[in-house]
């Protein structure tokens, strides 16, 4: 079975740092194009970040860009975000999606607040 599981979400002051991390299974994870997507309370998904196969091209949305990077590690099928100098309205849940198709994981909370 193709599987994304988030993990590492939690609750955070503004300027803290998290690092999400996303281990997949059933798929050849080094085949894929990789993103991640956030959706706040009320809102539609958003755009994140994303990463090629090989981890050697990235690209951010400009509300995270110096802020968050994105990495992964092929030989441990897991790929990551590094969450610095949050914001409060950087608060959503955050899911790993594979590229075409896509496959998207059940997700994993983070709130940042004081």
């Known amino acids: 079975e193709e599987q994304l599981v988030e993990s590492g979400g939690d609750l955070v002051q503004p300027g803290g740092s998290l690092r999400l991390s996303c281990a997949a299974s059933?798929?050849?994870?080094?085949?894929?194009?990789m993103r991640w997507v956030r959706q706040a309370p009320g809102k539609g998904l958003e755009w994140v970040s994303i990463?090629?196969?090989?981890?050697?091209?990235?690209a951010y949305a400009d509300s995270v860009k110096g802020r968050f990077t994105i990495s992964r590690n092929n030989a441990k099928n897991t790929l990551y975000l590094e969450l610095n100098n949050l914001k409060t309205e950087d608060t959503a849940k955050y899911y790993c999606?594979?590229?075409?198709?896509?496959?998207r994981g059940q997700g994993t909370q983070v709130t940042v607040s004081s």
């Open positions: 999606e594979r590229l075409t198709p896509v496959l």
């Open positions: 059933g798929f050849p994870f080094s085949g894929y194009g």
């Open positions: 990463i090629s196969s090989s981890g050697g091209n990235r």
